[in-house]
C-alpha cells in the first residue's frame, strides 16, 4: 500500500522561489506560464493488509502534525491500495 502526501503553500503565503521559477520559465520561452507554486511530494511505502480508513487517519496525523506547517501550508492525502 502506498500513500502520497501533497504539501503546498497556503494562497496566502508568499512563494519566491516559484516566482522565481515562473520568470525563468517564462524567459525560457514559455509564454503561457502565469504562476508557479512551489511544494513537496512525499510517498510512504506502507504495509500491505491493513485498514485503508486506519492508514488513512494515521498518514493524516502524520501529515498535519509533522510533514508540513498547518500554519504555512495545506495538504492532502491520497491512498493507493
Known sequence: MKATVTVS???AVLDPQG????AALRDLG???VESA???KVIELQL???AD???VRRQVET???QLLANPVMEDWRVEIEA
Not at 19 to 22: D, G, Q, R, S
Open 9 to 11: 503553500l497556503k494562497a
Open 19 to 22: 516566482k522565481a521559477i515562473a
Open 30 to 32: 514559455l509564454d503561457l
Open 37 to 39: 507554486r512551489v511544494g
Open 47 to 49: 504495509s500491505e493488509g
Open 52 to 54: 485503508v480508513e486506519s
Open 62 to 64: 502524520a501529515a498535519d
